[in-house]
């Protein structure tokens, strides 16, 4: 991974670009390979309730995109200004409980309201409270770890985190889903 450094990437040569971003997209493919085979370990639950199947774009977006937001401002914060890392998380931490439970009951009641199901909305609505509340905090580490390394976390933060949001929300949803519908 390349180390540390600020260009104008509109004058930075192509080949150059590609070099720094294929590795981190490499490990996102691998990521996604990886969830995938995740996914496959929960073909029982998913065959039993196959509406716990409908809620899988908008739970691993929803984590993506409220870490998304959480890592864009904080690595901006980082290029203007210093590392204040414990500062964010804390806030970041309150942000990602509250949306947890605002968005947790929206889509729990959406869920019960369209499939009548009690066990499908607890389901979508716990996992998305817990999904919400955890993103923030995902997309801190990442690139903090990375910006401690010296590695530009403005282009490895973003693929590293989506895959690791990814794979954590997925095992949250489908591991809520076992427990209470099996």
Known sequence: MASYHLTEDAS???INLIKD???WLILGLLGGILATLLVSRFENILSKNISISFFLPVIVY???AIGTQTETIYVRNLAKFKDNFFKYLFKE????????????ILIA????IWLGSTQVALT??????INAAIAPIVALLVPEILFKERIDPALGG???TTV?????SLLIYLTVAVLIIL
């Open 12 to 14: 930075e040569r192509l």
């Open 21 to 23: 971003r294929f590795p």
């Open 62 to 64: 929803m984590s993506d």
């Open 93 to 104: 931490m309150l942000v990602g409980l509250s949306f947890g439970l605002l968005f947790g």
């Open 109 to 112: 009641f959406f869920a019960q």
């Open 124 to 129: 979508v609505g716990l996992a998305m409270f």
């Open 158 to 160: 973003g693929p590293f």
């Open 164 to 168: 690791i949001q990814d794979i954590i």
